[in-house]
């Protein structure tokens, strides 16, 4: 398919038919990259998108182990430290 650039402002862009739309399954933002001189448009991925798998199969595994120690007591602690 032949798309033609138009002008955006001071840039330029493309009308994406709403057929390529639907068949990549776009909603209203995209991700945009360059990969050896090609544009590549991805549907945005959501933020966090597979944490909660994630942390299931850590639990499972016993690799869930707290990631900050509640002990971190150094000697400004000790000595200069009013608490």
């Known amino acids: 398919m032949k798309i033609h650039l ?5 840039s330029k862009g493309v009308r994406i038919p709403a057929s390529v739309i639907k068949e990549c399954g776009f909603g209203d933002a995209l ?3 360059v990969e050896n001189g090609v544009v ?7 933020v966090r998108a597979g944490w909660d798998a994630a942390f299931a199969s850590m ?5 869930d182990a707290p990631l900050v120690l509640e002990t971190l007591e150094n000697d400004f602690d000790v000595e200069d430290w009013t608490w």
């Open 59 to 63: 639990a499972v595994a016993s690799d």
């Open 40 to 46: 590549v448009l991805a549907a945005a991925r959501q």
């Open 31 to 33: 991700e945009m990259r």
């Open 6 to 10: 138009v002008p955006i402002g001071n």
